[in-house]
């Protein structure tokens, strides 16, 4: 097994968000900004189309 993404975020950026606001949203680029370390696997991002990358909860 291996991570596939990986998104850490400061509790002070993690409150700023209103989760379910975003569900079923395009995220990627907001999640670029807020997060201080992220982390997807090369095999994935190869055929990611960022535009739907989108927060399920």
């Given at each position: ?33 807020s ?20 927060l399920?909860?």
């Amino acid at each position: 097994m291996e991570d596939s993404v990986i998104l850490t975020m400061p509790k002070d950026e993690f409150m700023k968000y209103d989760w379910e606001g975003l569900k079923y949203e395009p995220v990627y680029s907001q999640m670029e900004t807020s997060c201080s370390y992220y982390y997807i696997h090369p095999a994935v991002k190869k055929n990611l189309k960022y535009d739907k990358l989108y927060l399920s909860l």
